[in-house]
């Protein structure tokens, strides 16, 4: 696997495209603080589509403020398998699909993985963990500490502490939010 030790090396994955949609695999190697404002690893055009075991290692200050959604450490996946890893001290605030690890995830096998820190909605879906699940795979052995706030303004916009929202199939088992405040 490709190894991701540092914030140069996580800010180079995130800038190649090429490699979020290939299955390749990557393991990080050590805590990585990221500093000035993160672009989100996938999109609804290109999602991220590999295999990220963080070896019970963090990603440390994520911060967005955009007029975007698909908002997270990874913002679109499909058929992704990402596990072992924290994401701590988040500070989010987007549009819609939105949370501390994954903004959408569809078909993506999610374990061992945990957030903390602040996300909020403009519109709607935004979760501490999770923005949104759809269609099948599973999440396992997750939690999230991050605080959550719903669109005001958007009635049904989809607030949960660990997961906005969930559509179609999949498993969510031994996951729970606790201590955040969840609004909306």
Known sequence: PYQISNSDDITELNNTISDWNTGIYFIQTANITVSG??????????????NYNGQNYAIIGITINNSSSYAGLFGYTIGATIENLG???VSISANSSIGALIGYANTTNISNCYSTGTLSAYYDKVGGLIGEYDWGGTVNNCYSTASVQGATSNNGSYAGGLI???????TISYSYHITGNVLG
Do not use: C, D, E, L
């Open 37 to 50: 404002t993160w672009t989100t690893m996938g999109n609804s055009s290109n999602p991220f589509k590999g």
């Open 87 to 89: 994401v701590i001290n």
């Open 164 to 170: 906005g929202r969930v559509a179609g199939s999949g």
